[in-house]
């Protein structure tokens, strides 16, 4: 259980540069979170590679493009639970975490250095997920 404290404050209260201030923060506090999130999501696809085992209902998951490893089944539904998000969203950010760190390895290092929006990246995964390897990585040299 979390004990962090949430501090409140008045939007009515602050003059146009302390809005802008409280904007930027806001953005930077965003970015920050997001990046972690798309850390922490690909830790918990390596942290559930996919098996050997043969059983269909045990089968490994492609979240990811081409390149990217596969996951066990089911690695998305805890996550979702976790997130109070549907499965079908948690699989999209393990395979957008997937995908920015194998296919598109530029752009990962700038969401993590904060260069870069979170929901940027995850666009141009998705946008990406079906060219092959070379070809994503050929995007990540172009931006």
Do not use: C
């Given at each position: 259980?979390?004990?962090?404290?949430?501090?409140?404050?008045?939007?009515?209260?602050?003059?146009?540069?302390?809005?802008?201030?409280?904007?930027?923060?806001s953005?930077?506090?965003?970015?920050?979170?997001?990046?972690?999130?798309?850390?922490?999501?690909?830790?918990?696809?390596?942290?559930?590679?996919?098996?050997?085992?043969?059983?269909?209902?045990?089968?490994?998951?492609?979240?990811?493009?081409?390149?990217?490893?596969?996951?066990?089944?089911?690695?998305?539904?805890?996550?979702?639970?976790?997130?109070?998000?549907?499965?079908?969203?948690?699989?999209?950010?393990?395979?957008?975490?997937?995908?920015?760190?194998?296919?598109?390895?530029?752009?990962?290092?700038?969401?993590?250095?904060?260069?870069?929006?979170?929901?940027?990246?995850?666009?141009v995964?998705?946008?990406?997920?079906?060219?092959?390897?070379?070809?994503?990585?050929?995007v990540?040299?172009?931006?």
């Amino acid at each position: 259980m979390s004990t962090a404290v949430v501090e409140r404050f008045e939007v009515v209260d602050l003059d146009p540069s302390g809005v802008l201030d409280a904007l930027s923060d806001s953005d930077a506090e965003e970015r920050r979170a997001t990046a972690r999130k798309l850390a922490l999501a690909y830790q918990w696809a390596v942290l559930h590679p996919a098996t050997d085992r043969s059983n269909v209902l045990e089968s490994p998951e492609s979240l990811g493009g081409d390149g990217t490893p596969e996951v066990a089944a089911f690695t998305a539904e805890p996550l979702a639970v976790r997130l109070r998000i549907t499965p079908g969203a948690a699989a999209a950010l393990i395979g957008d975490a997937l995908d920015l760190v194998h296919r598109h390895p530029r752009l990962w290092r700038k969401v993590q250095a904060l260069r870069v929006p979170a929901w940027q990246a995850r666009r141009v995964a998705q946008q990406t997920r079906t060219l092959p390897l070379p070809s994503a990585r050929w995007v990540d040299d172009q931006l």
